[in-house]
């Protein structure tokens, strides 16, 4: 072990004395932490003494920083137990004080809950992931080309009126297609997916999206939606139907019937509308209740088998690979799980609301 100089071995045991008076002499919380800032600060007599290493010989070194850290070891022990020695004083006076009732009950702690629809996407994960698929996501500032143009809707398709988009301005003149927008769906996800899954594959999108729309009890400018996209040889619209009734039956803890109706999206072909048997009055004799506004169907979601022009432009050859996707209203599926009956309270931070879950 290197020798400690003399001097410094004496410094350091001066401090030590010093050090633990003071926290033995402090009365209260306040006087410990006053100690503790004193001694422990780096211009305090600790650090003063660490900083003289510096100018000691080499050989001295080390010796002198085992002397600051033994110091160190001790003040902090000291402080410690100076610590809970306060905090059990202080306790006993509580319990001895007059007004002491131990049968109050106790102040309650606010604790936070999970959004309701965090419950619906953690458990659509759980069920997805156990079918096998892959849980992605996507940038909700989104290029034009993905949103649309490589979905098949170019500049001037009439589709993209279906979308209510919010642009983002720029300053810099943009390429067409390279202009930024808050993404109007999950869809886009599809094409970064097609991109770079090593196939076959499957995968969820849950996400946020974003639509220049007036709001009313079911629609929002911001709300969620879930992609679902499988590809690989031999897929048809069965395994879709067959993903769509697995995945409700564990959600809704039972079978549900779901139908099609053929539907339109310029990046599926066929396109569906998937509805699916009210989980609310399927099982009663009287037929049909508020929710599915007593038709006993719920839209579901739109759906479809990938657009041949969308895989190639993913660089998926068609002649070999299919599949299938949907989108999902998220935010419509959680009004539907927990009877909310306007979109607007899920993002409208409303504690009284949200306290409920
Ligand atoms: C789409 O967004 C397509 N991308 C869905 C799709 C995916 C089709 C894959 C085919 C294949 P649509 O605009 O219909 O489709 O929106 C899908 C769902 O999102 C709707 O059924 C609805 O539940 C929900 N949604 C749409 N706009 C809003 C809104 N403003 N507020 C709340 N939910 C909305």
Redesign the pocket.
Known sequence: MAEVDGQVSEQAGAIRVRALAAIEGAEAMEDLQRVEREFTAKNGPVGALLASIKTAPPLERRGIGQAVNELKGAITCALEQRREALAADRLAAERRADDFDPTLPAASLDVGSLHPLTHVVRRLEEIFTQMGYAVLDGPEVELEFYNFDSLNIPGDHPARE??DTFWCRSEAPEAASARLLMR????PV?MRALERMELPFRAIVPGR?F?N?T?DA????T?H?M??LVVGEGITVGHMMGAMKTFLRELFQKDLEVRLRP?Y?P??EP?FELDVRCPFCADRKTRGCSVCKRSTWI?L????MVHPVVLRHGGVDPERYTGF????????LVMLRFGIDD?RHLLGCDLRFLSQF
């Open positions: 279906h979308f109007t769906h999950t869809s599809q999206c639509r729309e709001t079911s629609h929002e400018h709300f939606q992609e679902g539907g999206f990046f599926v396109g839209e979601c739109p759906s479809g996707a949907f989108g999902l209203g998220l935010s419509r979109i």
